[in-house]
């Protein structure tokens, strides 16, 4: 299971990484350096650079807010698709009446 960052150490970590881009030959210099620096893991810090360009509007891409809203749609979805799993089941055992499954198949009333 991953960690739980600080949000607040993973706002410092991105806003190093963005104030010290010119710094480097390339961003991903900028990153390992950063990473190494404040002990977090290179590709999560790539990430989160990542994401926070797409939030800032400076790449293409689904914003946190939508991504978050994307996520509460889905879990929603599973919840309805479930309700109406047991309203089905709830419909077929009212239409049989009192009868056990059993005797509904061999046609026993």
Do not use: C
């Not at 010290?20 to 030959?25: C, L, W």
């Not at 309700?83 to 077929?92: G, K, N, S």
């Amino acid at each position: 299971m991953p960690k739980k960052i600080d949000p607040a150490v993973k706002d410092r970590a991105v806003r190093l990484v963005r104030d010290h881009r010119a710094d480097y030959p390339s961003t991903a210099r900028a990153i390992a350096a950063v990473a190494s620096q404040e002990g977090i893991g290179r590709e999560s810090l790539r990430r989160w650079v990542a994401q926070a360009d797409i939030d800032a509007g400076q790449r293409e891409g689904k914003t946190s807010e939508e991504l978050a809203e994307i996520r509460q749609l889905k879990a929603e979805n599973k919840r309805l698709r479930e309700d109406v799993a047991v309203l089905r089941a709830a419909t077929t055992f009212v239409r049989r009446g009192n009868q056990t499954p059993w005797a509904a198949d061999l046609g026993i009333r």
